[in-house]
Protein backbone atom coordinates (compact mmCIF):
# COMPACT_ATOMS: atom_id res chain seq x y z
CA UNK A 1 0.00 0.00 0.00
CA UNK A 2 2.52 2.66 0.84
CA UNK A 3 4.48 1.73 -2.29
CA UNK A 4 1.54 2.67 -4.46
CA UNK A 5 0.75 5.78 -2.28
CA UNK A 6 4.63 6.46 -3.40
CA UNK A 7 4.11 5.74 -7.19
CA UNK A 8 0.80 7.95 -6.99
CA UNK A 9 2.58 10.77 -5.36
CA UNK A 10 5.73 10.71 -7.80
CA UNK A 11 3.14 10.38 -10.41
CA UNK A 12 1.58 13.51 -9.69
CA UNK A 13 4.49 15.62 -8.96
CA UNK A 14 5.46 14.41 -12.56
CA UNK A 15 2.55 15.40 -14.05
CA UNK A 16 2.27 18.78 -12.19
CA UNK A 17 5.55 19.26 -13.05
CA UNK A 18 4.94 18.80 -16.68
CA UNK A 19 1.99 20.78 -16.83
CA UNK A 20 4.13 23.91 -15.39
CA UNK A 21 6.93 23.25 -17.95
CA UNK A 22 4.56 23.09 -20.75
CA UNK A 23 2.59 26.15 -19.50
CA UNK A 24 6.37 28.06 -19.24
CA UNK A 25 7.28 27.52 -22.92
CA UNK A 26 4.07 26.90 -24.55
CA UNK A 27 3.99 30.27 -26.89
CA UNK A 28 0.62 31.70 -26.69
CA UNK A 29 -0.94 33.10 -29.30
CA UNK A 30 -1.88 36.84 -29.06
CA UNK A 31 -4.05 38.73 -31.04
CA UNK A 32 -2.95 39.91 -34.34
CA UNK A 33 -5.11 42.88 -35.79
CA UNK A 34 -4.95 42.77 -39.52
CA UNK A 35 -5.86 46.26 -41.10
CA UNK A 36 -6.64 46.73 -44.42
CA UNK A 37 -5.90 50.93 -44.89
CA UNK A 38 -2.14 51.42 -45.29
CA UNK A 39 -0.15 53.70 -42.13
CA UNK A 40 1.11 55.97 -44.96
CA UNK A 41 -0.83 59.00 -44.43
CA UNK A 42 -2.16 58.20 -41.09
CA UNK A 43 -1.67 60.32 -37.82
CA UNK A 44 -0.83 58.58 -34.86
CA UNK A 45 -0.97 60.46 -31.15
CA UNK A 46 0.79 59.09 -28.26
CA UNK A 47 -0.18 60.26 -25.08
CA UNK A 48 0.83 58.27 -21.77
CA UNK A 49 -0.39 58.88 -18.00
CA UNK A 50 -3.48 60.98 -18.32
CA UNK A 51 -4.66 59.02 -15.47
CA UNK A 52 -5.79 61.78 -12.84
CA UNK A 53 -8.78 62.90 -15.49
CA UNK A 54 -8.05 66.64 -14.01
CA UNK A 55 -7.82 69.84 -16.35
CA UNK A 56 -4.22 69.13 -17.91
CA UNK A 57 -5.53 65.53 -19.11
CA UNK A 58 -8.87 67.12 -20.46
CA UNK A 59 -6.84 69.95 -22.59
CA UNK A 60 -4.56 66.72 -23.92
CA UNK A 61 -7.41 65.25 -24.67
CA UNK A 62 -8.87 68.22 -26.63
CA UNK A 63 -5.95 68.54 -28.16
CA UNK A 64 -6.05 65.07 -29.66
CA UNK A 65 -9.31 66.48 -31.90
CA UNK A 66 -7.59 69.49 -32.68
CA UNK A 67 -4.61 68.15 -34.13
CA UNK A 68 -6.32 65.86 -36.04
CA UNK A 69 -5.56 62.63 -35.36
CA UNK A 70 -6.37 59.15 -37.06
CA UNK A 71 -5.66 56.95 -33.99
CA UNK A 72 -4.68 57.15 -30.30
CA UNK A 73 -1.90 55.43 -28.59
CA UNK A 74 -2.52 55.26 -25.09
CA UNK A 75 0.53 54.14 -22.65
CA UNK A 76 -0.71 53.18 -19.72
CA UNK A 77 -1.34 54.74 -16.34
CA UNK A 78 -5.32 54.68 -17.23
CA UNK A 79 -6.33 55.46 -13.81
CA UNK A 80 -4.21 57.05 -10.41
CA UNK A 81 -3.35 56.19 -8.13
CA UNK A 82 -4.11 52.61 -7.90
CA UNK A 83 -6.11 51.63 -10.97
CA UNK A 84 -9.63 50.32 -10.73
CA UNK A 85 -11.35 47.51 -8.47
CA UNK A 86 -13.95 46.30 -11.62
CA UNK A 87 -15.20 47.24 -14.72
CA UNK A 88 -18.32 49.20 -13.23
CA UNK A 89 -15.23 51.25 -10.78
CA UNK A 90 -16.80 55.00 -10.91
CA UNK A 91 -13.45 55.81 -11.31
CA UNK A 92 -13.99 54.84 -14.75
CA UNK A 93 -16.48 57.79 -15.72
CA UNK A 94 -14.30 60.43 -13.33
CA UNK A 95 -10.49 59.81 -14.79
CA UNK A 96 -10.14 57.46 -17.58
CA UNK A 97 -13.33 58.66 -19.59
CA UNK A 98 -13.61 62.28 -19.46
CA UNK A 99 -9.65 63.10 -20.96
CA UNK A 100 -10.71 60.55 -24.23
CA UNK A 101 -14.21 61.97 -24.51
CA UNK A 102 -13.61 64.27 -27.29
CA UNK A 103 -11.71 61.95 -29.13
CA UNK A 104 -14.25 59.00 -28.79
CA UNK A 105 -17.46 61.42 -29.71
CA UNK A 106 -14.64 62.10 -32.98
CA UNK A 107 -14.80 58.67 -34.03
CA UNK A 108 -11.33 58.58 -33.24
CA UNK A 109 -9.92 54.75 -31.95
CA UNK A 110 -7.79 54.34 -28.84
CA UNK A 111 -5.25 51.45 -28.80
CA UNK A 112 -3.93 51.34 -25.10
CA UNK A 113 -1.28 48.78 -22.94
CA UNK A 114 -1.65 49.28 -19.14
CA UNK A 115 0.91 50.70 -17.11
CA UNK A 116 2.49 49.64 -13.44
CA UNK A 117 -0.83 51.92 -12.05
CA UNK A 118 -3.18 49.71 -13.76
CA UNK A 119 -2.27 46.55 -11.95
CA UNK A 120 -2.14 48.09 -8.46
CA UNK A 121 -5.94 46.04 -8.63
CA UNK A 122 -7.75 44.48 -10.87
CA UNK A 123 -5.68 44.82 -14.22
CA UNK A 124 -8.07 41.88 -15.92
CA UNK A 125 -10.74 44.41 -15.14
CA UNK A 126 -9.44 46.67 -18.32
CA UNK A 127 -10.51 44.15 -20.81
CA UNK A 128 -14.04 44.37 -19.67
CA UNK A 129 -13.73 48.14 -19.65
CA UNK A 130 -12.51 48.28 -23.42
CA UNK A 131 -14.77 46.03 -24.62
CA UNK A 132 -17.92 48.10 -23.48
CA UNK A 133 -16.51 51.39 -25.65
CA UNK A 134 -16.40 50.21 -29.50
CA UNK A 135 -13.37 52.66 -30.14
CA UNK A 136 -11.30 51.33 -27.38
CA UNK A 137 -8.94 48.83 -28.14
CA UNK A 138 -7.83 46.26 -25.22
CA UNK A 139 -7.78 43.19 -26.83
CA UNK A 140 -5.26 41.36 -24.61
CA UNK A 141 -2.25 42.74 -22.45
CA UNK A 142 -0.01 42.35 -25.04
CA UNK A 143 -1.08 42.47 -29.06
CA UNK A 144 0.54 42.29 -32.52
CA UNK A 145 -1.26 45.11 -35.46
CA UNK A 146 -0.18 44.49 -39.05
CA UNK A 147 -0.83 47.33 -41.95
CA UNK A 148 -0.53 46.97 -45.66
CA UNK A 149 2.65 49.29 -45.12
CA UNK A 150 3.72 48.64 -41.49
CA UNK A 151 3.60 46.71 -38.36
CA UNK A 152 3.44 47.20 -34.16
CA UNK A 153 3.64 45.65 -30.93
CA UNK A 154 1.94 46.69 -27.84
CA UNK A 155 3.38 45.29 -24.68
CA UNK A 156 2.84 44.26 -21.56
CA UNK A 157 6.12 46.06 -19.43
CA UNK A 158 5.15 45.79 -15.85
CA UNK A 159 4.95 41.91 -15.92
CA UNK A 160 8.67 42.44 -17.03
CA UNK A 161 9.14 44.33 -14.01
CA UNK A 162 7.58 41.78 -11.31
CA UNK A 163 8.36 38.70 -13.73
CA UNK A 164 4.44 38.04 -14.09
CA UNK A 165 4.29 35.76 -17.44
CA UNK A 166 7.69 36.99 -18.44
CA UNK A 167 8.92 33.62 -20.69
CA UNK A 168 5.61 33.24 -22.11
CA UNK A 169 5.61 37.30 -23.64
CA UNK A 170 8.98 37.11 -25.03
CA UNK A 171 7.82 33.51 -26.75
CA UNK A 172 5.42 35.54 -28.40
CA UNK A 173 6.96 38.39 -29.19
CA UNK A 174 9.83 36.18 -31.03
CA UNK A 175 7.41 34.22 -32.73
CA UNK A 176 5.29 37.54 -33.95
CA UNK A 177 8.68 39.19 -35.49
CA UNK A 178 9.17 36.06 -37.19
CA UNK A 179 6.22 36.25 -38.78
CA UNK A 180 5.93 40.00 -38.94
CA UNK A 181 9.07 40.07 -40.91
CA UNK A 182 7.99 37.12 -43.24
CA UNK A 183 4.59 38.93 -44.45
CA UNK A 184 6.81 42.09 -45.28
CA UNK A 185 6.91 45.39 -42.59
CA UNK A 186 8.35 48.48 -44.07
CA UNK A 187 8.21 50.35 -40.71
CA UNK A 188 8.25 48.43 -37.50
CA UNK A 189 6.67 49.88 -33.66
CA UNK A 190 6.82 49.54 -30.40
CA UNK A 191 4.41 50.72 -28.21
CA UNK A 192 4.94 50.12 -24.27
CA UNK A 193 4.32 51.95 -20.88
CA UNK A 194 8.00 51.81 -19.42
CA UNK A 195 10.46 52.96 -22.36
CA UNK A 196 14.02 51.52 -22.29
CA UNK A 197 15.35 54.81 -22.24
CA UNK A 198 14.68 57.63 -20.33
CA UNK A 199 15.75 61.03 -19.63
CA UNK A 200 12.88 61.41 -16.46
CA UNK A 201 13.60 60.89 -12.63
CA UNK A 202 12.62 57.33 -13.36
CA UNK A 203 15.12 56.61 -15.25
CA UNK A 204 16.02 53.75 -17.70
CA UNK A 205 14.26 50.21 -18.09
CA UNK A 206 14.96 48.30 -14.45
CA UNK A 207 16.82 45.18 -14.30
CA UNK A 208 14.43 42.33 -15.68
CA UNK A 209 13.24 45.02 -18.99
CA UNK A 210 17.07 44.96 -19.44
CA UNK A 211 17.33 41.12 -19.15
CA UNK A 212 13.96 39.80 -21.28
CA UNK A 213 12.95 42.50 -23.15
CA UNK A 214 15.60 45.16 -24.45
CA UNK A 215 17.39 43.07 -26.36
CA UNK A 216 13.90 41.91 -28.40
CA UNK A 217 13.44 45.80 -29.27
CA UNK A 218 16.61 47.45 -29.48
CA UNK A 219 18.13 46.77 -33.10
CA UNK A 220 15.35 45.24 -33.98
CA UNK A 221 12.57 47.97 -34.53
CA UNK A 222 12.26 51.01 -36.03
CA UNK A 223 10.43 53.43 -33.15
CA UNK A 224 9.68 52.81 -29.36
CA UNK A 225 7.10 54.45 -27.86
CA UNK A 226 6.71 54.50 -24.10
CA UNK A 227 5.37 56.44 -21.18
CA UNK A 228 5.62 56.38 -17.25
CA UNK A 229 7.76 59.15 -16.93
CA UNK A 230 6.04 62.44 -16.95
CA UNK A 231 8.14 64.50 -20.10
CA UNK A 232 8.02 64.48 -23.48
CA UNK A 233 11.66 63.15 -24.85
CA UNK A 234 13.43 62.45 -27.85
CA UNK A 235 15.79 60.10 -25.95
CA UNK A 236 17.76 59.64 -29.74
CA UNK A 237 18.96 56.47 -31.93
CA UNK A 238 20.15 52.94 -29.74
CA UNK A 239 21.47 50.27 -33.23
CA UNK A 240 19.02 52.37 -35.26
CA UNK A 241 15.84 52.29 -33.05
CA UNK A 242 14.73 55.53 -31.90
CA UNK A 243 13.00 55.96 -28.11
CA UNK A 244 10.01 58.59 -27.83
CA UNK A 245 8.59 59.13 -24.28
CA UNK A 246 5.35 60.82 -23.96
CA UNK A 247 4.21 60.30 -20.34
CA UNK A 248 2.79 63.80 -19.57
CA UNK A 249 -0.86 63.74 -19.79
CA UNK A 250 -1.26 64.61 -16.37
CA UNK A 251 1.24 65.09 -14.28
CA UNK A 252 5.14 66.31 -15.11
CA UNK A 253 8.16 65.07 -13.04
CA UNK A 254 11.45 66.53 -12.81
CA UNK A 255 14.26 65.64 -15.01
CA UNK A 256 16.98 63.10 -14.43
CA UNK A 257 20.60 62.95 -16.51
CA UNK A 258 20.55 62.99 -20.05
CA UNK A 259 20.85 59.70 -21.54
CA UNK A 260 23.54 59.10 -23.97
CA UNK A 261 21.61 59.84 -27.65
CA UNK A 262 18.95 62.23 -26.45
CA UNK A 263 18.24 65.08 -28.50
CA UNK A 264 14.94 66.99 -26.70
CA UNK A 265 13.15 66.49 -23.03
CA UNK A 266 10.61 68.89 -21.06
CA UNK A 267 8.71 68.25 -18.21
CA UNK A 268 5.55 69.53 -19.43
CA UNK A 269 2.09 68.58 -19.98
CA UNK A 270 2.07 67.50 -24.32
CA UNK A 271 1.90 64.56 -26.51
CA UNK A 272 3.48 63.36 -29.68
CA UNK A 273 2.40 62.92 -33.22
CA UNK A 274 3.77 61.01 -35.94
CA UNK A 275 3.25 61.18 -39.66
CA UNK A 276 3.22 58.18 -41.78
CA UNK A 277 4.46 58.92 -45.29
CA UNK A 278 5.03 57.11 -48.32
CA UNK A 279 9.05 57.41 -49.80
CA UNK A 280 10.81 55.92 -52.33
CA UNK A 281 12.84 54.43 -49.44
CA UNK A 282 9.95 52.71 -48.03
CA UNK A 283 8.33 54.66 -45.19
CA UNK A 284 9.06 57.55 -43.25
CA UNK A 285 7.62 59.22 -40.01
CA UNK A 286 7.37 62.92 -38.99
CA UNK A 287 7.56 63.11 -34.86
CA UNK A 288 6.01 66.11 -33.19
CA UNK A 289 6.24 66.95 -29.81
CA UNK A 290 3.37 69.17 -28.48
CA UNK A 291 2.84 71.60 -25.16
CA UNK A 292 -0.64 71.76 -24.36
CA UNK A 293 -1.38 74.23 -21.41
CA UNK A 294 -4.38 76.21 -20.32
CA UNK A 295 -8.12 75.90 -21.07
CA UNK A 296 -9.20 72.36 -21.53
CA UNK A 297 -12.11 73.64 -24.23
CA UNK A 298 -9.65 75.87 -25.88
CA UNK A 299 -6.39 74.56 -25.01
CA UNK A 300 -2.82 76.34 -26.17
CA UNK A 301 -0.70 73.56 -28.35
CA UNK A 302 3.15 74.84 -29.39
CA UNK A 303 5.47 72.52 -31.28
CA UNK A 304 8.06 71.76 -29.34
CA UNK A 305 10.39 69.58 -31.23
CA UNK A 306 10.26 67.37 -34.50
CA UNK A 307 12.35 64.69 -36.07
CA UNK A 308 11.56 61.98 -38.48
CA UNK A 309 12.86 58.66 -38.85
CA UNK A 310 12.84 56.52 -41.89
CA UNK A 311 11.45 52.61 -41.92
CA UNK A 312 13.58 49.32 -41.72
CA UNK A 313 10.93 46.75 -41.00
CA UNK A 314 11.93 43.90 -38.60
CA UNK A 315 15.44 43.18 -38.38
Avoid at 63 to 92: F, M, S
Amino acid sequence: MRRWLSYAALFVAIAFTAAGLGWWFHTPHGPWLVHDRPLAGQRVCAIGDGGWGNPASLAVGQALVTLGCDQIRYLGDLVYPDGILDANDPLIDSRFLPPLQPAVDAGIPVYMVLGNHDWKQNGEAWLEVARRHPLIHLPHFYYFEQWPDACAFSLETTWFEKWYYFHRQINWLTASQQMAHAHGCQFSLGFAHHPMFSTGSHGNAHEMINLGLKQKLIGHLDLLVGGHDHILSDEGEYQDTRQLISGSASITNDLGPASNAQHFTRATHGLITLDFEKTDAGLRVDYRFYSVLGNPQDPLITLLWQGDQNGQGIR
